[in-house]
């Protein structure tokens, strides 16, 4: 039986992400990242935003995997 070989073809061309495609990308990951840290990290006591527990009880667990004090 005869094999055959497919011919080699070029691999494509990246482009590279102009910095100014990225940015509002990084902004918005980087907001949306402060404000989840902040309620895993300290919503809660003085600087609580949303009042009761169930914030605190929601993010309970990811508190003491990341190493916040909560108790």
């Known amino acids: 039986m005869?094999?055959?070989v497919a011919p080699a073809t070029a691999a494509p061309a990246i482009t590279?992400?102009?910095?100014?495609?990225?940015?509002p990308w990084a902004?918005?990951?980087g907001?949306?990242?402060?404000v989840l840290l902040y309620f895993v990290?300290?919503?809660q006591?003085?600087?609580?935003?949303?009042s009761g527990e169930n914030v605190h009880?929601?993010?309970?667990?990811?508190r003491h995997l990341l190493g916040f004090p909560c108790h």
């Open 2 to 4: 005869a094999q055959s």
């Open 31 to 34: 907001v949306l990242m402060l």
């Open 57 to 62: 009880e929601w993010v309970h667990d990811g």
């Open 16 to 23: 590279p992400i102009s910095l100014t495609a990225i940015a």
């Open 45 to 50: 006591g003085a600087t609580s935003l949303i």
């Open 27 to 29: 902004l918005f990951f």
């Open 41 to 43: 990290g300290a919503e």
